[in-house]
T-cell receptor, first 111, second 114 residues
Framework: GENVEQHPSTLSVQEGDSAVIKCTYSDSASNYFPWYKQELGKRPQLIIDIRSNVGEKKDQRIAVTLNKTAKHFSLHITETQPEDSAVYFCAATPGYQKVTFGTGTKLQVIP | DAGVIQSPRHEVTEMGQEVTLRCKPISGHDYLFWYRQTMMRGLELLIYFNNNVPIDDSGMPEDRFSAKMPNASFSTLKIQPSEPRDSAVYFC????????????FGNGTRLTVT
């Protein structure tokens, strides 16, 4: 089955700096890669996603890149703000079916 | 759209008791997933259904866990008997079956087994 690895597990940045979270996956059949943000005590919510036929996608301060050859994808947050502090999960979906999550990255933005 | 609805929000029970968690997916969603979240293991997929049929239950930890989806609008996750190590937040999520659609999570059930 699919295995998703995520790094780093924790990340502290100064407000205004950029944050990068990296994930790798194992199943070459994976073709959809969503990213979720989970605030303390709340449910995970989708923030951005990318499909396998796209190399990069951007939405305001958030961007995701995908390298299918290397089987890795990354989340980039620019101009970080305190409200970006949360746990971020990457995920991979082989054949648009089962969704396997990475282990999460706890991001702390220091004002 | 009310979103994915889970009940109860919190459950505290004693070891050995039966626990039933409930989920109502978003209307029209073909897939339903049950996840367990702990600090140590993150978000673990327990089981998922497609059109009410269990597709993959390889994540169900042991025979004490069972899940059903009797119709398109209701699913249950049962633990019998419960153990302290089952303490976690259990999320239900649903999505459509069309291409790359995202998961929509419920608010979760926080289970504490003493």
């Amino acid at each position: 089955g699919e295995n998703v690895e995520q790094h780093p597990s924790t990340l502290s940045v100064q407000e205004g700096d950029s944050a990068v979270i990296k994930c790798t996956y194992s199943d070459s059949a994976s073709n959809y890669f969503p990213w979720y943000k989970q605030e303390l005590g709340k449910r995970p919510q989708l923030i951005i996603d990318i499909r396998s036929n796209v190399g990069e996608k951007k939405d305001q301060r958030i961007a995701v890149t995908l390298n299918k050859t290397a089987k890795h994808f990354s989340l980039h947050i620019t101009e970080t703000q305190p409200e970006d502090s949360a746990v971020y999960f990457c995920a991979a979906t082989p054949g648009y079916q089962k969704v396997t999550f990475g282990t999460g990255t706890k991001l702390q933005v220091i004002p | 759209d009310a979103g994915v609805i889970q009940s109860p929000r919190h459950e505290v029970t004693e070891m050995g008791q039966e626990v039933t968690l409930r989920c109502k997916p978003i209307s029209g969603h073909d897939y339903l997933f049950w996840y367990r979240q702990t600090m140590m293991r993150g978000l673990e997929l327990l089981i998922y259904f497609n059109n009410n049929v269990p597709i993959d239950d390889s994540g169900m930890p042991e025979d004490r866990f069972s899940a059903k989806m009797p119709n398109a609008s209701f699913s249950t996750l049962k633990i019998q008997p419960s153990e302290p190590r089952d303490s976690a937040v259990y999320f239900c999520a649903s999505r459509t079956g069309t291409g790359s659609s995202p998961l929509h999570f419920g608010n979760g059930t926080r289970l504490t087994v003493t």
